[in-house]
């Protein structure tokens, strides 16, 4: 509000002529003209002073932040979305958490894929509601994701089985610049509308496709990318109340990870392993969860690597098969 100039379009009141006759007494912002005296606006402009108190209600309105009551927003909040695994629910302290980013980390072959069909076909069956699945590495099978319901939901009836599938909206995005586009549109509202309640989006997974620059001479484009995303996470997550699952990699490093100037050290995730993406996107995420074999073939360990609500190193065992992960 404070830097927005003045100008013909934002009102038909403000004519060429009455913008000039503020600009010579420098109200140019429409900051400026609301903060100065309405009887001064009405000597400066020679409009009514009735026009005046409705100009800067006009762009008050249109143009400052509005205040939201926050009792009535913590009446209106969305429960926790139970991810239908009882152990991963107690670990995030009842489930994923509308309006938060969590991250799903881990190296190839640990299973990230499957905790995230897993967790979909879960949402979908347990609340009846919609999941956006974006699958960057055609990874994504439907014939998994039947299976896992087949034998977690035995009573479910073939229609019954039908409906819980289509409730799980999955799209195959290979460019980041897609990826940041549909983003958006989802942000902005679009593909939801028709849709019942959404409640979850994954991403499976980011590496994937900001690993294309790894040729670019410049990474002005892959962290501008990567900004905008971000900032279409968060307003997805915050004004639609969705709870966003990111997968992403655990990558090894050598020592070249400190952080320059600062004597500080990137935090790793126990054996010298670090998120994939770079320090930008280390803060995003309010809750990474990292994903690890144990020792048995199909036990996995999910540990929490950081959160800003749980405490950190806390883990559960699941065990990993063609039910899902449980």
Excluded at 208 to 227: D, R
Excluded at 308 to 323: G, K, L, M, Q, T
Aim: net charge positive; charged share 20%.
């Amino acid at each position: 509000m404070a830097a927005t100039p003045l100008s013909s379009v934002s009102h038909p009141m403000l004519t060429e002529y009455v913008i000039k006759k503020l600009h010579k007494n420098r109200v140019s912002t429409v900051y400026s003209f609301v903060k100065i005296q309405s009887d001064q606006l009405v000597k400066i402009s020679n409009l009514p002073a009735e026009s005046i108190q409705d100009l800067k209600n006009f762009l008050v309105h249109r143009f400052a932040g509005c205040f939201i009551d926050a009792a009535e927003v913590v009446e209106n909040a969305e429960g926790f979305v139970s991810t239908g695994i009882p152990s991963l629910d107690t670990l995030l302290q009842g489930g994923l958490m509308p309006g938060q980013i969590y991250e799903l980390c881990g190296s190839s072959g640990s299973g990230k894929t499957h905790l995230c069909m897993t967790l979909a076909a879960q949402v979908a069956f347990r609340d009846a509601s919609s999941v956006y699945f974006i699958d960057t590495k055609c990874d994504f099978s439907a014939t998994k994701l039947q299976h896992i319901l087949e034998r977690r939901h035995s009573e479910l009836s073939e229609r019954g089985l039908g409906h819980t599938m289509a409730r799980i909206k999955v799209e195959r995005i290979l460019s980041p610049q897609l990826l940041v586009k549909t983003i958006e549109e989802l942000a902005a509202g679009e593909h939801l509308k028709n849709e019942s309640k959404v409640k979850l989006l994954i991403i499976d997974s980011l590496p994937s496709l900001w690993y294309l620059f790894q040729a670019s001479k410049s990474s002005c484009q892959p962290l501008g990318l990567l900004t905008k995303l971000v900032c279409s996470f968060r307003k997805l997550a915050n004004e639609h109340s969705i709870a966003i699952v990111v997968v992403n990699l655990t990558v090894r490093m050598t020592d070249t990870a400190d952080v320059p100037n600062t004597g500080k050290r990137r935090s790793n995730g126990g054996g010298g392993g670090y998120p994939a993406l770079g320090r930008y996107w280390e803060s995003v995420p309010g809750t990474r969860l990292q994903l690890f074999a144990a020792d048995e073939t199909d036990k996995r360990v999910v540990k929490v690597w950081k959160s800003n609500y749980i405490r950190s190193s806390d883990r559960i065992e699941v065990r990993i098969n063609d039910a899902g992960v449980g």
